[in-house]
């Protein structure tokens, strides 16, 4: 099947990758341990950088954002973990520190409402805790938790380590990392950052890289301490996708290009659009004010057949979501991320109002 006759992705990962992009991915590799390799490597860590507005370190993993998911608890907790919970990925970073064996507790709200920082203070103040989790952007219900207000109440408890999971946020959604105090953001790139599935990023703060030397059983390939090792070196530890890594430095001059206030206005502009359009049609399942700007979910409230929906948006060149785990069938996903451009997005809803009224006819 050629590129061109693949459908167009408006669903929250993979999303829609330019030409430009995958062409950067065929270039021919390099060896990992060389100066060619390193040059690479400063290029696209100092971008991710620049995009999440810190000096802390950002670290490179052949590996999809749940790698670094489990990273940050295992090289993080201490005492105990608060594991905040509004949706599928969130639970699954439960999961995980769980499956760790890492002392952990869920503070886990109705699918479509948004973790509060009142929530956070609440649990932060019996002392039990010195690692938080949160997800910026819930994936599964299209819940943007308000990070700020969320960092603001971390703060006030020095001894908290702030781990954020940014998979639908990152290179999308504006995040001062090192203005809000947050001391590992992660995602993976096949999401915002516009690039087939293959390889993630975190940043580390300085805190987060001291709590990691005193603790024990964090395996070889998450270890931050090997990280560090290597990244001091330009490197990462075992041989990394250096396809990918072409594929990142083609992006970040494209993101550069546009500009990032404008490429975050770009999104909040597509955001909106959908909303709009989903409110008219059929009505938003976040919570009122914490919609996210990079994926949609939309209550099914016209009890419509959604698996008859995305086949005959499939048959028209077009992909979107299902509802997630439990919610498959009650609800779909409209994504407006990474390198989609407005025009996309009147594209779609046009393509679903004409979908829509076949399916009433």
């Known amino acids: 099947m050629s590129l061109t006759s693949k459908p167009k992705l408006f669903i929250p990962g993979p999303t829609h990758v ?3 992009v995958l062409t950067a991915m065929s270039e021919y590799p390099i060896g990992h341990r060389s100066a060619a390799f390193s040059e ?3 290029d696209v860590i100092a971008g991710v950088a620049k995009i999440l507005y810190t000096q802390n370190r950002i670290y490179l993993g052949t590996c999809t954002a749940t790698g ?3 990273a940050a608890v295992r090289n993080t907790v201490q005492k105990r973990c608060a594991n905040f919970i509004c949706g599928a990925f969130s639970k699954r970073w439960h999961q995980i520190t769980k499956m760790c064996g890492i002392p952990c507790d869920p503070f886990e709200v109705e699918m479509g409402m948004a973790n509060k920082p009142e929530a956070v203070e609440d649990a932060l103040r019996t002392g039990k805790y010195d690692t938080v989790t949160v997800v910026h952007s819930e994936t599964s219900t299209g819940v943007l938790n308000p990070l700020n207000e969320i960092a603001a109440v971390v703060k006030q408890f020095p001894h908290v380590v702030l ?4 998979v639908t946020s990152m290179a999308s959604i504006k995040t001062e990392v090192d203005k809000l105090g947050i001391d590992v953001a992660l995602a993976g790139v096949q999401k915002g950052w516009g690039i087939p599935p293959g390889i993630a990023f975190c940043s580390v703060s300085d805190r987060a890289l001291a709590r990691s030397e005193n603790i024990q059983n964090k395996g070889f390939y998450f270890d931050f301490q090997v990280m560090e090792k290597y990244a001091k070196r330009s490197q990462t530890p075992t041989t990394p996708s250096i396809s990918h890594m072409y594929a990142m430095q083609t992006q970040l001059k494209r993101i550069f290009n546009e500009g990032l206030e404008a490429r975050f206005e770009r999104h909040g502009k597509m ?3 959908v909303r709009k359009w989903a409110r ?3 009505s938003l399942f976040a919570e009122n004010g914490y919609e996210s700007e990079t994926v949609t979910c939309i209550k099914n409230s016209r009890g419509i057949d959604i698996s008859d929906l995305l086949a005959r948006l499939l048959k028209k060149g077009y992909v979107v979501s299902d509802g997630y785990g439990p919610l498959k069938g009650k ?3 409209i ?3 990474g390198d989609l451009l407005l025009n996309d997005i009147k594209e779609i809803l046009s393509v679903l109002d004409e979908t829509l009224l076949e399916m009433d006819a």
């Open 335 to 337: 994504a407006h991320m």
């Open 280 to 282: 008219d049609k059929f």
């Open 18 to 20: 330019e030409h430009e």
């Open 331 to 333: 609800t779909f996903r």
């Open 163 to 166: 781990l954020i999971d940014m």
């Open 68 to 70: 670094f998911m489990e």
């Open 271 to 273: 955001a909106k659009q």
């Open 40 to 42: 690479l490597y400063d």
